[in-house]
């Protein structure tokens, strides 16, 4: 079984900065690929980025690229996503997804209970 502990959320302004965490518990949850979701309310979840297991391969939507940074520190146990010029579109529920199987789609087994990150205008 794999636990995901979301962290960091919180409201900020337009061109600001936020890092989520992504605290994991479990056996295998270190050696498995992970990755970012959101959901805005009355839209589908959509995917944000992703990282393989030890981290040396990352991708990103469109939307986020260049702006958010995904990384990993299995000492830590913990996953991250740093968030600079947010935008605010980027106002969302903040899922950490962890499986075997890199994906950007609904393909990850174990899943947090999100952190919500708004910005405002």
């Known amino acids: 079984q794999v636990m995901l502990v979301e962290s960091g959320g919180g409201l900020v302004q337009a061109g600001g900065s936020l890092r989520l965490s992504c605290a994991t518990a479990?056996?295998?949850?270190?050696?498995?690929?992970m990755g970012w979701f959101r959901q805005a309310p009355g839209k589908e979840r959509e995917f944000v980025a992703a990282i393989s297991s030890i981290g040396s391969n990352t991708y990103y939507s469109d939307s986020v690229k260049g702006r958010f940074t995904i990384s990993r520190d299995n000492a830590k146990n913990t996953l991250y996503l740093q968030m600079d010029s947010l935008k605010p579109e980027d106002t969302a529920v903040y899922y950490c997804a962890a499986g075997p199987r890199l994906c950007r789609h609904n393909c990850y087994p174990y899943w947090g209970q999100g952190t919500q990150v708004t910005v405002s205008s």
């Open positions: 479990g056996r295998t949850a270190a050696t498995y690929p």
